[in-house]
């Protein structure tokens, strides 16, 4: 069964500390995402990579980086972390096509 | 990124009866695909239905149906026979041409037994 693995489904991390979601997907698909997902808002789009060592920034990138060493791994790093980041962040990948994404189950994080 | 417009927070269906979700977006692109993703408790994006802008007709998966009127830029999605199961939050997305899905705020949907 393919999938898109996040390494930890629930993360509790202090303000201003150095965050590392990691996201790894097996279907050896080009494209990779971060999202993050708040209440009333949707799923809104962070970065994302069509490629090994590439990324783009998405909607909202302020306060985000990611990392994109291998195809199937998209790393996404809070590089100080604040209270407005505590969020749903979802990882998802796609081939270079039409059918949509596959997602991963999400990272619950909380900043306190 | 593209809007995409999801006006109701919550609906509420009785068990085997039918709701009605809606979506409309812009864009000015003339190809495109559209989709409905579920997200049940466990958090897992699921893929409902898709449908590609070029289609006239309305796709169908088994109890789920689109209403897609491109001149109008509205895509409904129809849950027939609604059953215990399909309570979830319902996302409608648009795909550009660049590969990235735009999602809409999310619609809850409640079954009652």
């Known amino acids: 069964d393919v999938k898109v693995t996040q390494s930890s489904r629930y993360l509790v991390k202090r303000t201003g500390e150095k965050v590392f979601l990691e996201c790894v997907q097996d279907?050896?698909?080009?494209?990779m995402f971060w999202y993050r997902q708040d209440p009333g808002l949707g799923l809104r789009l962070i970065y994302f990579s069509y490629d090994v060592k590439m990324k783009e920034k998405g909607d909202i990138p302020e306060g985000y980086s990611v990392s994109r060493e291998k195809k199937e791994r998209f790393s996404l790093i809070l590089e100080s972390a604040s209270t407005n980041q505590t969020s749903m962040y979802l990882c998802a990948s796609s081939q270079i096509d039409s059918y949509g994404y596959t997602f991963g189950s999400g990272t619950r994080l909380t900043v306190v | 990124a593209q809007t995409v417009t999801q006006s109701q927070p919550e609906m509420s269906v009785q068990e085997a009866e039918t709701v009605t979700l809606s979506c409309t977006y812009d864009t000015s692109e003339s190809d495109y695909y559209l989709f409905w993703y579920k997200q049940p408790p466990s958090r897992q994006m699921i893929l409902v239905i898709r449908q590609e802008a070029y289609k006239q007709q309305n796709a169908t998966e088994n109890r789920f149906s689109v209403n897609f009127q491109k001149a109008a830029k509205s895509f409904s999605l129809k849950i027939s026979d609604s059953q215990l199961g399909d309570a979830a939050m319902y996302f409608c997305?648009?795909?550009?041409?660049?590969?990235?899905?735009?999602f809409g705020a999310g619609t809850t949907v409640t079954v009652r037994a």
């Open positions: 279907m050896d698909h080009e494209n």
């Open positions: 997305a648009y795909l550009s041409n660049d590969y990235k899905l735009s």
